[in-house]
């Protein structure tokens, strides 16, 4: 027969003994696996967090925090500008959700108003006009008094921007802790989902995911007492700081201004001086230029390091830096260096986390999971084989191969994807057990079919195959496309779900149609019977 080519033969056989050789790595250990060829498949199935336990929690960006931190930003900006061009004002401050501010001299509106847009970058516009608007509001009355509010876009592109970096820094800690397979999406407008399997101490991730890691460097103004500080008399250029230090001063008179930032950091790891734990960090080009022109101007000044909010170290400046690197020193103990070293690479948080949600599943709750998955595909499995074989005879066997077949083919496509298996993922492939041989019953239906009219045993076959093709393809392409459908717009399970189903649809087809067409016409060919046992 035409269709018996040694190549599709070859090309069949090829693809089940790959489907084969990449299954069996899930059931050997991992240190089995790390004996074997490295020429073999080694990728197994990762299993989620509802199968292998884990952490699960959901945080929030603190959106009120990200808004204030912008407008006292804000703040700063207008006076840097405000004072060069020699406009006065007073009561310059943040109120509420607005900055406001009011000239002593009225008639210097139009000037002020022209300064203050050069501070209101554009952003995109909302709907579908296109164009763009400014990020805050102004107004401006007679007697002087100017307000500026962030627009509705402007604080929505601010939380969405402050969002999606927040998905990256979070996602770089978790894969410092070496987690395989975390799962960490967006939920909503300013929630971030994390889950993480095998990791049973949410509190650890709680910790590591607590802390915005914002570092900067400030000169101390050691001109101001803390006295002075304390009691509010305190140049508008200077703040007054918490040390975290226990072995220093409780606070630190700063300069406001940043000289340095940890954006220009990159790469930071624990290690030792003077036998103490410390952290040693490095910048880039452009952060090394800047940190060696401050302590070349600088030297014997107090140089602060401030990681949010706090000021961790404040050595003095006793000679340029010209390097690019330095240590960072706080009493750390050695998990305290390592953690902060993993904080400072992997970046600073735009705005807080808090913890809305907490969960943690249990090893226990996830084996009886797998245990109840796999016995629901195993039942499945074997009452679809049974059914056609009983109702199909020596073509429902056939069918049973088959379907054996695909399930070992969905099961090495997943280990080859390194995808992670749910809970919903089981079902998926429950399903794919069940929906399998509805392409066979259209085949095996179409040959009676063709046997009634009086066909010969091998047109018949040929005849099922070919006429039942469109209908099986049909028939699974609109399986597929629903999957696709729930696997871009579904979140978590439901995405693992449409994975598995995805899969399975592909499987089945070439199961259904190449593989069990393989085997019945070699069977053909060997017996060449004069009746076909349908």
Known sequence: MGYLTRWRVALILGVCLFGVLASLPNLVSKETLARLPDWLPKRQITLGLDLQGGSHLLLEVDTEALVRERLENLVSDIRATLRPARIGYRGLGVHGESVVLTLTDPAQTDAALEKLRELNPLVQAIGFTGGTIREFEIEADRDGRITMRLSERGREQLVGAAVQQSLEVVRRRIDELGTREPTIQRQGENRILVQVPGEHDPGRIKQLLGKTARLTFHLVDLEVSLQDAREGRLPPDDMLVASADPNGPSH????????????????????????????????????????????????????????????????????????????????????????????????????????????????????????????????????????????????????????????????????????????????????????????????FERIREEIRAGRSPAAAIESGFSQALRAVVDSNLTTLIAALVLFQFGTGPVKGFAVTLSIGVITTMFTAVTLTRLIIWSWYLRMRPKTIPL
């Open 252 to 443: 630190y008179v700063l300069k406001r201004k940043v000289e340095l930032s940890g954006e220009h950091l990159v790469d930071a790891q624990p290690s030792f001086q003077n036998n103490q734990p410390v952290v040693s960090f490095r910048f880039d080009s452009t952060g090394a230029r800047l940190f060696g022109k401050i302590t070349q101007e600088n030297v014997g000044r107090l140089f602060a390091i401030v990681l949010d909010d706090r000021v961790i170290s404040a050595p003095r400046i006793r000679e340029p830096i010209l390097g690019g690197s330095g240590i960072i020193e706080g009493g750390f103990t050695v998990e305290e260096a390592n953690e902060l070293a993993i904080l400072l690479r992997a970046g600073a948080l735009p705005a807080p986390l808090h913890v809305v949600e907490e969960r943690t599943v249990g090893p226990e709750l996830g084996a009886d999971s797998v245990r109840a998955g796999t016995l629901a595909s195993m039942l499945a499995m074997v009452l679809v084989a049974l059914f056609m074989a009983g109702y199909y005879g020596l073509f429902g066997l056939f069918a049973d191969l088959a379907l054996l077949a695909n399930l070992v083919l969905m099961i090495g496509s997943l280990s080859v994807l390194g995808a992670t298996l749910t809970l919903p993922g089981i079902a998926g492939i429950a399903l794919t057990i069940g929906m399998a041989v509805d392409s066979n019953v259209l085949i």
